[in-house]
């Protein structure tokens, strides 16, 4: 294995390496490659360091690879901040220890015996639930958290465990295990041959794409409207995406379903189907229950006319190749998984489902499908408020209350990984108050932040660019079936340890302390390496993949187009599509009921939503100048009318409150908001006491997560309805 990792580093990280003549004769320029990890895209990159005499190397440039199989050059503004990564004095580089408001280093061993002496006595006297895990976002842009995490974190055993994925895509997740059988059996945009895209609650000019990996997603949507095809987004802002549409339809926020119900029963009702060859049960019983819905009676609850969405019904039916794709604005409301089966269920009956130019299930080299369990639902719910939990995980909105109530199974310690969950999640002051009572917390991390400031002792793992990196979730998300593999650029530093690497020692603390059987295991490259040459694409395939082929092929490799495959990947237990599982039937009932936000149902109120930033991703990326340089981005967008109405100005402070907080903030007027409608980026909020970044300290915005409420959820899913939250907003 060490002689293939020698190779592989030779082809892939290190391409050239250039002498200069004098007076720079010892200095040495080297180009490596490597796809970004900074998010969905991900995007081949050409990174040159320089390295003089006694000295690390520096990064001096990072460009777009012209060459990569899969975004041929294309970079967006964030990966040129990869060098303030690296060298950011904020990022931690060693484990620190809080002593009352001060920090100071920590031997390793000391940390992670002191961790599995402190967990361990607290689940001896509280249970195994009494301590909770929380994982963030960029734990999936990082496969030795995804290899490993789950070696330190499943030996805790308890039920409370809790991610990002609940407050961003978890209707999406549950909706293909009920349909499909399995929670990673996720449809994907052929966006590169269709003939019609419909968006809703998505903005990949801003997001570069999610839950479709898509390098220069510009490019591609702009190729639709090229072919003669269509582009449709409904969204309560114009987004940037709307922007470039050829229609933006305005939509009530927290009214997407009732659009989709209306679409879907328009399509039945007028005829506009096609059959399937896909396996199906239940749809007849779907069309019958949703009779009632129809256009006219979703108008009033989408605040779009019945003649548009009928009319945008038969554009559908009516395009050669179509798809709906709906992204995180629908997961994060009310009815967010009704919002998604409704989207399947429109690529189902047009005959768009498993079809070139509609929507299709990747072929991964390293596939999740095959390897991981499809999931389960429901199984056990939250303590206090009964949440259902999804694949091991409860919903995150219960994660304070879980702190706050007290009785058998409170949650009196945590471990976070790669999060920020005050920011990144309903009510982030209360979950603020309730950190501030635990008995002791531990937080996997890079900086200390809005959470980790809570931590007794926080854990840093190298950067990014001292790792290696494959992507296992993506690969599985994206456009085309693509696999590359790139060793780190820079050495790991002395006396760090990878992420992988803490897990790993804090397992052996863990298990020692429990007197618990520890399984062996082995680096990530390794793992990776065993799936590869066992997969679709390993030894018993032309491709014959292993890190060994990949290392000729630094640029990354393109396995081929997405091709229709879901009659065989399905995991259900009859081996059919299930149109009309019996938990989504039944929240039907709730849907038929709720009456849902207003525009003006209490004097003067609005609806709050969030947007996106192409030079952000969450609350960990405004510490790097390259990325919050310029005007700030942070205000609440609002209607001139609204702002008239209030006796508001342009460019003023207002004061904005809802059930759970109040945030001061500026406003400006747009006319890309629609009336009613108030619109607030998340992840900002940097200043509160305590947090050691000081770049975005200076430009620390307000959290959007200071208003959204705990209590407005999915209730089918649990996950967060961020969107369409009722606020009210005055002068200061």
């Known amino acids: 294995?060490?002689?293939?990792?020698?190779?592989?580093?030779?082809?892939?990280?290190?391409?050239?390496?250039?002498?200069?003549?004098?007076?720079?004769?010892?200095?040495?320029?080297?180009?490596?490659?490597?796809?970004?990890?900074?998010?969905?895209?991900?995007?081949?990159?050409?990174?040159?360091?320089?390295?003089?005499?006694?000295?690390?190397?520096?990064?001096?440039?990072?460009?777009?690879?012209?060459?990569?199989?899969?975004?041929?050059?294309?970079?967006?503004?964030?990966?040129?901040?990869?060098?303030?990564?690296?060298?950011?004095?904020?990022?931690?580089?060693?484990?620190?220890?809080?002593?009352?408001?001060?920090?100071?280093?920590?031997?390793?061993?000391?940390?992670?015996?002191?961790?599995?002496?402190?967990?361990?006595?607290?689940?001896?006297?509280?249970?195994?639930?009494?301590?909770?895990?929380?994982?963030?976002?960029?734990?999936?842009?990082?496969?030795?958290?995804?290899?490993?995490?789950?070696?330190?974190?499943?030996?805790?055993?308890?039920?409370?465990?809790?991610?990002?994925?609940?407050?961003?895509?978890?209707?999406?997740?549950?909706?293909?295990?009920?349909?499909?059988?399995?929670?990673?059996?996720?449809?994907?945009?052929?966006?590169?041959?269709?003939?019609?895209?419909?968006?809703?609650?998505?903005?990949?000019?801003?997001?570069?794409?999610?839950?479709?990996?898509?390098?220069?997603?510009?490019?591609?949507?702009?190729?639709?409207?090229?072919?003669?095809?269509?582009?449709?987004?409904?969204?309560?802002?114009?987004?940037?995406?709307?922007?470039?549409?050829?229609?933006?339809?305005?939509?009530?926020?927290?009214?997407?379903?009732?659009?989709?119900?209306?679409?879907?029963?328009?399509?039945?009702?007028?005829?506009?189907?096609?059959?399937?060859?896909?396996?199906?049960?239940?749809?007849?019983?779907?069309?019958?229950?949703?009779?009632?819905?129809?256009?006219?009676?979703?108008?009033?609850?989408?605040?779009?006319?019945?003649?548009?969405?009928?009319?945008?019904?038969?554009?559908?039916?009516?395009?050669?190749?179509?798809?709906?794709?709906?992204?995180?604005?629908?997961?994060?409301?009310?009815?967010?998984?009704?919002?998604?089966?409704?989207?399947?269920?429109?690529?189902?009956?047009?005959?768009?489902?498993?079809?070139?130019?509609?929507?299709?299930?990747?072929?991964?080299?390293?596939?999740?499908?095959?390897?991981?369990?499809?999931?389960?639902?429901?199984?056990?719910?939250?303590?206090?408020?009964?949440?259902?939990?999804?694949?091991?995980?409860?919903?995150?909105?219960?994660?304070?209350?879980?702190?706050?109530?007290?009785?058998?199974?409170?949650?009196?310690?945590?471990?976070?990984?790669?999060?920020?969950?005050?920011?990144?999640?309903?009510?982030?002051?209360?979950?603020?108050?309730?950190?501030?009572g635990l008995e002791f917390m531990l937080s996997i991390d890079l900086y200390i932040n809005e959470t980790t400031r809570h931590a007794d002792l926080i854990l840093p793992s190298t950067s990014a660019l001292e790792n290696d990196h494959y992507d296992t979730t993506f690969n599985t998300l994206a456009v085309r079936n693509v696999t590359r593999f790139n060793r780190a650029i820079f050495d790991k530093p002395e006396g760090a340890l990878h992420d992988w690497e803490i897990f790993v020692g804090l397992a052996a603390s863990f298990a020692a302390k429990a007197q618990r059987e520890l399984k062996p295991t082995v680096p990530p490259a390794q793992m990776i390496d065993r799936v590869l040459r066992a997969g679709r694409y390993g030894a018993a395939s032309p491709h014959n993949l292993s890190l060994e082929t990949l290392a000729s092929h630094p640029h990354g490799m393109d396995l081929g187009a997405l091709k229709p495959n879901l009659t065989d990947r399905l995991k259900t237990a009859n081996g059919r599509i299930q149109a009309a599982p019996e938990v989504i039937m039944a929240d039907l009932v709730r849907f038929a009921a709720d009456a849902g936000p207003r525009f003006g149902e209490k004097a003067g109120q609005l609806l709050l939503i969030g947007r996106r930033h192409v030079r952000s991703n969450n609350s960990w990326m405004h510490n790097y100048h390259r990325l919050v340089k310029g005007k700030p981005r942070h205000q609440l967008l609002m209607h001139p009318d609204d702002l008239s109405h209030r006796g508001l100005s342009d460019g003023q402070q207002v004061r904005v409150s809802s059930r759970v907080g109040v945030i001061e903030v500026e406003v400006l007027g747009s006319l890309d908001m629609m009336p009613g409608v108030v619109s607030l980026p998340h992840g900002w909020g940097h200043s509160r006491s305590g947090v050691k970044m000081e770049i975005a300290r200076n430009q620390p915005g307000v959290s959007a997560n200071d208003l959204t409420d705990e209590r407005q959820l999915d209730e089918l899913s649990g996950n967060a309805a961020l969107n369409g939250v009722p606020v009210q907003v005055a002068s200061c």
């Open 1 to 436: 294995m060490a002689r293939v990792i020698a190779r592989h580093h030779s082809h892939c990280s290190a391409i050239h390496r250039i002498a200069m003549t004098r007076p720079e004769a010892a200095m040495t320029r080297t180009q490596h490659l490597r796809a970004c990890h900074l998010c969905e895209a991900i995007c081949g990159l050409a990174i040159e360091t320089v390295t003089e005499p006694g000295a690390a190397p520096k990064i001096t440039s990072i460009k777009g690879d012209p060459l990569d199989t899969f975004s041929r050059g294309h970079i967006c503004p964030k990966a040129v901040a990869l060098q303030d990564i690296q060298n950011d004095p904020d990022r931690l580089r060693q484990p620190m220890l809080r002593t009352g408001d001060q920090w100071q280093p920590i031997e390793w061993q000391a940390a992670f015996d002191l961790v599995a002496e402190r967990l361990y006595a607290i689940q001896q006297q509280h249970g195994q639930n009494a301590v909770a895990v929380y994982q963030g976002n960029p734990s999936v842009h990082n496969y030795g958290l995804m290899t490993h995490s789950n070696y330190f974190l499943g030996l805790l055993k308890t039920r409370n465990r809790f991610s990002a994925t609940s407050v961003d895509q978890l209707p999406h997740h549950l909706t293909s295990f009920l349909m499909y059988g399995h929670g990673m059996l996720l449809p994907i945009p052929d966006i590169d041959h269709t003939d019609f895209m419909l968006i809703l609650g998505g903005n990949p000019l801003a997001s570069n794409g999610s839950i479709m990996t898509v390098p220069d997603v510009e490019k591609r949507l702009k190729a639709i409207q090229q072919r003669g095809g269509k582009l449709v987004v409904v969204d309560p802002r114009r987004s940037e995406t709307a922007a470039i549409a050829d229609q933006h339809v305005f939509v009530r926020p927290g009214g997407d379903a009732a659009l989709l119900f209306g679409l879907l029963n328009t399509l039945f009702e007028e005829g506009l189907t096609r059959e399937s060859h896909l396996p199906v049960d239940g749809l007849d019983h779907v069309r019958h229950s949703i009779a009632g819905f129809s256009a006219e009676a979703m108008s009033p609850r989408c605040g779009i006319a019945a003649v548009q969405i009928r009319q945008l019904a038969r554009d559908f039916a009516g395009a050669d190749t179509a798809l709906c794709y709906g992204r995180m604005g629908v997961s994060t409301q009310a009815f967010g998984t009704l919002c998604h089966w409704l989207a399947q269920l429109i690529n189902l009956v047009t005959g768009n489902l498993d079809r070139v130019g509609g929507t299709l299930c990747t072929e991964p080299a390293v596939d999740l499908v095959s390897s991981t369990s499809g999931g389960h639902f429901n199984v056990w719910q939250s303590r206090v408020s009964g949440l259902p939990e999804y694949g091991g995980e409860l919903p995150v909105s219960a994660l304070a209350e879980e702190m706050l109530v007290e009785g058998q199974g409170q949650v009196r310690a945590l471990v976070t990984v790669a999060g920020n969950p005050v920011l990144s999640t309903p009510n982030g002051r209360q979950l603020d108050q309730a950190l501030e």
